[in-house]
């Protein structure tokens, strides 16, 4: 998409394929380094940055960049620069897993995989609104706000909602067969509201965010003549999609091979526990539902199926965990099991991942708990381990558009992009190649070989 | 008796000087010295002097034999006097009127003991060579010699006998032996010398001397390609280092000269050239050599010269001439068939017949392949190492070059100069004047007592 620095900076052409005609000289365009930018980037995992020295050998070991522009060399320039204009209409920062397969292959430690991380976060920060709330969710104290917010707001719905007197109506409501005491501390139709609330939020600025970022990829895409002529739309979704159904892009990873089960575990985990949600929210209009006793017995599918896929959840989580932890030398000395020593061993993970998968776990934990606590008939304690997990579910959905998971809606809106526009994986591009490459021989002349 | 008789350095009108390491850094600073009033023992742990150099085809940037350099230098050294000559008559000569000059091959500096005085008292030990000063290299002993083995000389390039000259223009023109490579109690080679002059029961050696200064030149050795597994260094013939294309290029070398691949012998229409192969790398060498960029250059000259057919690509990460030496790139980017493409070669392919290069061409931003019949890469220098007490003890930086001048007056160390790579790599021309400038400072230690960048001393 767009070539290098070089084509329209100040800087010194050093390409020796150029023709030499001598072409209209283009006008230098001036380029406004953005200070504030490199300085957050430089705290959020890309503090090894300023060792890039432009090899390329990233972009070259990389498996998912396309070869056309490929990634992570020059998004390492335009950090070190701090060109936000050409960062935030990148692609390929979505495209990039974090296996750390260039982290392992930098000569000069600079840690590529980890600066693209950061530059996910900066993009994700950058297409937020409102942006108070980014910055909240991008510090811990911000989330200490968050945490009492939403605790305040759970409370204040609650009380609100007991004083309309709907609980008891609910309570009382002929028909269905809901009558449970669990449900009276927050009963299940204020859930359902306060949740849809949240949830419409989210949409909402993550939405916001995809359109700003789509028009700013639409914007450098349709000025590359090559791609004129994008698929069509079913198309690029049904192959945007499956890449994430199948987790192909982790599979090239040589690195990290083990994240795309991690992933995979907490990816399927949400699935399963969003289906799950789904069929709560819809349990009074649900036909199947009638007969049935709620909440659900151990032994129902219904319930299997959320244990299930908390198990997984907790699992990925700790898998995706060890795999940062792994980089900590004082539990792991000389790198012995990341691969990553020296200088490539980094601060294991930001603040960005480690909310992440906390929220994550403090979620399905406390859910599990609630569970536990509840087949005991622990009655106080039940609803104390209730208010945690709606707490923390609240909290996650808040901070969700502004954190690292907000990558499920903008590395989707990449694949998208890349599936509509033809930008295709160097891996596919590499098999479709290989037989043509090979088949190249020199000419040998007889009277040359001694 | 050439090298192997007693060494007997006198004491110059400058005192004595002891050079290790007989490449050209220390060939210069000796004959430099002996010139100068010292009288000066030379040792050097191979069996020929020109170290390095030697093995170059070419210098840059004017593109000349380094032989013809070393000539010049070996004619010093003879003038010098010594016990240098081969002919018997001439081994109490008298020393040059300047100073005088002995060398020891084969030779390591064991210890060195500070003494009264700021002097060195220096053991030396000499490996035994099994060829006496007789030997006129007329090559009897190797058309019987039953041992082939690889040569060390021209980096595994061809093979030569257990018995033989240790290169075609070895100075001193000795055959020498390799015991490790022969077969027990095989004495073929004995019988065939028309002079008597093997000796399979030659000892190793120990010599003391009494020097004023030290100058180490221990020069530098290349870079283990093997260690570059990405490369394809080992697993592919025609993936060969800087300095096995010298050698392929050399008149005197495995091909005659006729620089070809290894693989079949055919003559290469695509050569690419790997600049920082294991340099400026955490995993290998964090410097740069400084010189890598410059030789390559200058190897494409030559390869472009001597195949006119023949394409050449350079691969670098920054095109790095130091000082004067930037109108040579500019020079060689000239030729239409020869590109500097800007990009590190990441990986090098070689499940193929050919090997393919893998990189981003950072000028058009784009990944490409490239498939070439040689595959040269340019590995960068390092350090000559040594497990002697002596050597041990020396200052180092982080990356093991010697560190000389930091030490003050009554260090252990004071008194012993660095000269050329062993201090930090550079091109042939700075390693003479940097032989030149740790004369002069041996010299004012000799005179003084102090080393000269030790303003706290005492006189």
Same mark, same amino acid.
């Given at each position: 998409?767009?070539?290098?620095?070089?084509?329209? &900076?100040?800087?010194?052409?050093?390409?020796?394929?150029?023709?030499?005609?001598?072409?209209?000289?283009?006008?230098?365009?001036?380029?406004?380094?953005?200070?504030?930018?490199?300085?957050?980037?430089?705290?959020?995992?890309?503090?090894?940055?300023?060792?890039?020295?432009?090899?390329?050998?990233?972009?070259?070991?990389?498996?998912?960049?396309?070869?056309?522009?490929?990634?992570?060399?020059?998004?390492?320039?335009?950090?070190?620069?701090?060109?936000?204009?050409?960062?935030?209409?990148?692609?390929?920062?979505?495209?990039?897993?974090?296996?750390?397969?260039?982290?392992?292959?930098?000569?000069?430690?600079?840690?590529?995989?980890?600066?693209?991380?950061?530059?996910?976060?900066?993009?994700?920060?950058?297409?937020?609104?409102?942006?108070?709330?980014?910055?909240?969710?991008?510090?811990?104290?911000?989330?200490?706000?968050?945490?009492?917010?939403?605790?305040?707001?759970?409370?204040?719905?609650?009380?609100?909602?007991?004083?309309?007197?709907?609980?008891?109506?609910?309570?009382?409501?002929?028909?269905?067969?809901?009558?449970?005491?669990?449900?009276?501390?927050?009963?299940?139709?204020?859930?359902?509201?306060?949740?849809?609330?949240?949830?419409?939020?989210?949409?909402?600025?993550?939405?916001?965010?995809?359109?700003?970022?789509?028009?700013?990829?639409?914007?450098?895409?349709?000025?590359?003549?090559?791609?004129? &002529?994008?698929?069509?739309?079913?198309?690029?979704?049904?192959?945007?999609?499956?890449?994430?159904?199948?987790?192909?892009?982790?599979?090239?990873?040589?690195?990290?091979?083990?994240?795309?089960?991690?992933?995979?575990?907490?990816?399927?985990?949400?699935?399963?526990?969003?289906?799950?949600?789904?069929?709560?929210?819809?349990?009074?209009?649900?036909?199947?539902?009638?007969?049935?006793?709620?909440?659900?017995?151990?032994?129902?599918?219904?319930?299997?199926?959320?244990?299930?896929?908390?198990?997984?959840?907790?699992?990925?989580?700790?898998?995706?965990?060890?795999?940062?932890?792994?980089?900590?030398?004082?539990?792991?000395?000389?790198?012995?099991?990341?691969?990553?020593?020296?200088?490539?061993?980094?601060?294991?993970?930001?603040?960005?991942?480690?909310?992440?998968?906390?929220?994550?776990?403090?979620?399905?934990?406390?859910?599990?708990?609630?569970?536990?606590?509840?087949?005991?008939?622990?009655?106080?304690?039940?609803?104390?381990?209730?208010?945690?997990?709606?707490?923390?579910?609240? &909290?996650?959905?808040?901070?969700?558009?502004?954190?690292?998971?907000?990558?499920?809606?903008?590395?989707?809106?990449?694949?998208?992009?890349?599936?509509?526009?033809?930008?295709?994986?160097?891996?596919?591009?590499?098999?479709?190649?290989?037989?043509?490459?090979?088949?190249?021989?020199?000419?040998?002349?007889?009277?040359?070989?001694? | 008796?050439?090298?192997?008789?007693?060494?007997?350095?006198?004491?110059?009108?400058?005192?004595?000087?002891?050079?290790?390491?007989?490449?050209?850094?220390?060939?210069?600073?000796?004959?430099?010295?002996?010139?100068?009033?010292?009288?000066?023992?030379?040792?050097?742990?191979?069996?020929?002097?020109?170290?390095?150099?030697?093995?170059?085809?070419?210098?840059?940037?004017?593109?000349? !034999?380094?032989?013809?350099?070393?000539?010049?230098?070996?004619?010093?050294?003879?003038?010098?006097?010594?016990?240098?000559?081969?002919?018997?008559?001439?081994?109490?000569?008298?020393?040059?009127?300047?100073?005088?000059?002995?060398?020891?091959?084969?030779?390591?500096?064991?210890?060195?003991?500070?003494?009264?005085?700021?002097?060195?008292?220096?053991?030396?030990?000499?490996?035994?060579?099994?060829?006496?000063?007789?030997?006129?290299?007329?090559?009897?002993?190797?058309?019987?010699?039953?041992?082939?083995?690889?040569?060390?000389?021209?980096?595994?390039?061809?093979?030569?006998?257990?018995?033989?000259?240790?290169?075609?223009?070895?100075?001193?023109?000795?055959?020498?032996?390799?015991?490790?490579?022969?077969?027990?109690?095989?004495?073929?080679?004995?019988?065939?010398?028309?002079?008597?002059?093997?000796?399979?029961?030659?000892?190793?050696?120990?010599?003391?001397?009494?020097?004023?200064?030290?100058?180490?030149?221990?020069?530098?050795?290349?870079?283990?390609?093997?260690?570059?597994?990405?490369?394809?260094?080992?697993?592919?013939?025609?993936?060969?280092?800087?300095?096995?294309?010298?050698?392929?290029?050399?008149?005197?070398?495995?091909?005659?000269?006729?620089?070809?691949?290894?693989?079949?012998?055919?003559?290469?229409?695509?050569?690419?050239?790997?600049?920082?192969?294991?340099?400026?790398?955490?995993?290998?060498?964090?410097?740069?050599?400084?010189?890598?960029?410059?030789?390559?250059?200058?190897?494409?000259?030559?390869?472009?010269?001597?195949?006119?057919?023949?394409?050449?690509?350079?691969?670098?990460?920054?095109?790095?001439?130091?000082?004067?030496?930037?109108?040579?790139?500019?020079?060689?980017?000239?030729?239409?068939?020869?590109?500097?493409?800007?990009?590190?070669?990441?990986?090098?392919?070689?499940?193929?017949?050919?090997?393919?290069?893998?990189?981003?061409?950072?000028?058009?931003?784009?990944?490409?392949?490239?498939?070439?019949?040689?595959?040269?890469?340019?590995?960068?220098?390092? !350090?000559?190492?040594?497990?002697?007490?002596?050597?041990?003890?020396?200052?180092?930086?982080?990356?093991?070059?010697?560190?000389?001048?930091?030490?003050?007056?009554?260090?252990?160390?004071?008194?012993?100069?660095?000269?050329?790579?062993?201090?930090?790599?550079?091109?042939?021309?700075?390693?003479?004047?940097?032989?030149?400038?740790?004369?002069?400072?041996?010299?004012?230690?000799?005179?003084?007592?102090?080393?000269?960048?030790?303003?706290?001393?005492?006189?």
């Amino acid at each position: 998409m767009v070539p290098s620095v070089g084509d329209e &900076t100040t800087m010194v052409k050093r390409s020796p394929h150029r023709d030499s005609a001598p072409a209209k000289k283009p006008r230098p365009k001036r380029v406004v380094p953005d200070r504030e930018v490199v300085r957050r980037l430089l705290g959020s995992g890309g503090d090894a940055m300023g060792q890039c020295m432009q090899c390329a050998t990233c972009s070259a070991v990389c498996e998912l960049t396309p070869d056309d522009a490929p990634f992570p060399r020059k998004e390492m320039l335009w950090a070190q620069w701090g060109l936000v204009d050409r960062l935030v209409s990148d692609v390929d920062i979505w495209l990039c897993h974090e296996c750390h397969d260039c982290t392992v292959r930098c000569p000069r430690g600079a840690r590529p995989g980890d600066v693209m991380a950061a530059l996910r976060q900066a993009c994700v920060s950058h297409y937020s609104f409102p942006q108070g709330l980014a910055r909240a969710a991008a510090a811990p104290a911000g989330l200490v706000w968050i945490v009492l917010a939403s605790a305040a707001l759970l409370a204040a719905a609650s009380i609100g909602w007991d004083a309309t007197g709907v609980t008891v109506a609910e309570l009382t409501g002929g028909g269905t067969r809901i009558a449970i005491p669990f449900w009276t501390r927050f009963p299940h139709g204020l859930l359902i509201a306060l949740f849809l609330t949240v949830f419409a939020f989210d949409v909402a600025v993550l939405g916001l965010g995809m359109r700003r970022y789509w028009r700013a990829l639409s914007a450098t895409a349709l000025s590359a003549p090559t791609r004129a &002529t994008p698929n069509a739309w079913g198309q690029s979704l049904r192959a945007a999609l499956g890449r994430i159904v199948w987790h192909d892009d982790f599979a090239s990873c040589q690195h990290e091979a083990r994240r795309r089960f991690g992933h995979g575990l907490v990816v399927y985990g949400t699935v399963g526990l969003m289906v799950v949600d789904l069929w709560v929210v819809t349990a009074r209009q649900n036909p199947l539902l009638s007969g049935l006793v709620y909440p659900l017995g151990l032994a129902d599918p219904w319930k299997l199926l959320a244990n299930l896929a908390g198990v997984a959840l907790v699992m990925g989580c700790v898998m995706m965990g060890i795999e940062r932890l792994r980089r900590r030398e004082r539990w792991f000395p000389g790198g012995k099991w990341s691969g990553l020593e020296g200088v490539r061993r980094a601060p294991s993970g930001t603040y960005g991942d480690w909310l992440l998968l906390g929220l994550i776990s403090t979620v399905v934990l406390t859910g599990f708990v609630t569970e536990g606590l509840h087949l005991f008939r622990v009655d106080e304690l039940r609803y104390a381990a209730y208010a945690a997990h709606l707490v923390s579910v609240t &909290t996650l959905f808040v901070v969700l558009p502004y954190s690292k998971l907000a990558h499920l809606a903008y590395r989707t809106l990449a694949f998208l992009f890349v599936e509509r526009y033809g930008l295709r994986r160097r891996a596919a591009v590499r098999a479709e190649t290989a037989p043509a490459a090979s088949c190249a021989q020199p000419k040998l002349s007889p009277q040359e070989v001694p | 008796m050439s090298d192997q008789g007693p060494l007997t350095v006198p004491e110059g009108p400058r005192g004595r000087l002891l050079v290790v390491g007989g490449g050209i850094a220390g060939l210069s600073a000796a004959i430099e010295a002996a010139e100068a009033g010292f009288g000066v023992a030379l040792v050097e742990r191979e069996a020929y002097l020109g170290g390095r150099v030697a093995q170059m085809h070419q210098y840059f940037p004017k593109l000349c !034999p380094p032989l013809c350099g070393l000539e010049i230098n070996l004619r010093r050294l003879r003038s010098e006097g010594g016990p240098v000559s081969r002919d018997p008559r001439r081994v109490s000569a008298p020393w040059g009127a300047s100073g005088s000059l002995a060398y020891l091959t084969l030779t390591e500096v064991q210890e060195i003991t500070r003494v009264s005085g700021g002097r060195h008292r220096v053991r030396l030990r000499q490996r035994p060579r099994f060829v006496t000063a007789r030997c006129t290299a007329c090559g009897a002993c190797t058309s019987v010699c039953p041992v082939e083995r690889p040569h060390p000389f021209d980096l595994g390039l061809r093979s030569s006998k257990a018995i033989a000259l240790p290169h075609a223009a070895a100075f001193p023109t000795l055959y020498a032996i390799d015991r490790d490579a022969c077969e027990p109690s095989c004495t073929r080679c004995v019988s065939a010398c028309p002079q008597q002059a093997i000796d399979l029961g030659m000892p190793e050696r120990e010599l003391e001397l009494e020097v004023a200064a030290v100058i180490w030149a221990t020069g530098w050795e290349p870079y283990g390609a093997k260690a570059l597994t990405d490369l394809g260094f080992g697993a592919h013939p025609d993936v060969i280092t800087n300095l096995m294309l010298e050698r392929l290029a050399a008149p005197q070398g495995p091909t005659g000269g006729r620089i070809t691949c290894p693989s079949d012998g055919r003559v290469p229409e695509r050569v690419a050239f790997v600049q920082c192969a294991g340099s400026r790398d955490v995993d290998h060498l964090e410097y740069c050599s400084g010189v890598c960029c410059l030789a390559s250059a200058k190897q494409a000259r030559y390869l472009r010269a001597a195949h006119p057919g023949v394409d050449v690509s350079i691969y670098y990460i920054d095109r790095r001439a130091a000082g004067n030496q930037e109108r040579f790139l500019a020079t060689t980017a000239e030729d239409e068939r020869l590109q500097f493409v800007p990009g590190k070669v990441a990986r090098v392919d070689v499940s193929g017949r050919f090997p393919v290069l893998e990189f981003e061409n950072v000028a058009t931003g784009r990944l490409e392949a490239a498939t070439a019949d040689l595959v040269v890469l340019a590995t960068g220098m390092v !350090p000559s190492q040594s497990d002697t007490p002596a050597f041990r003890e020396l200052g180092r930086d982080a990356w093991g070059f010697l560190t000389g001048l930091e030490a003050r007056t009554n260090e252990p160390s004071a008194g012993q100069f660095v000269a050329g790579c062993a201090r930090q790599p550079m091109d042939v021309s700075s390693s003479v004047r940097d032989a030149t400038s740790a004369v002069a400072r041996a010299l004012a230690w000799g005179r003084t007592g102090r080393n000269a960048f030790d303003r706290r001393g005492a006189p």
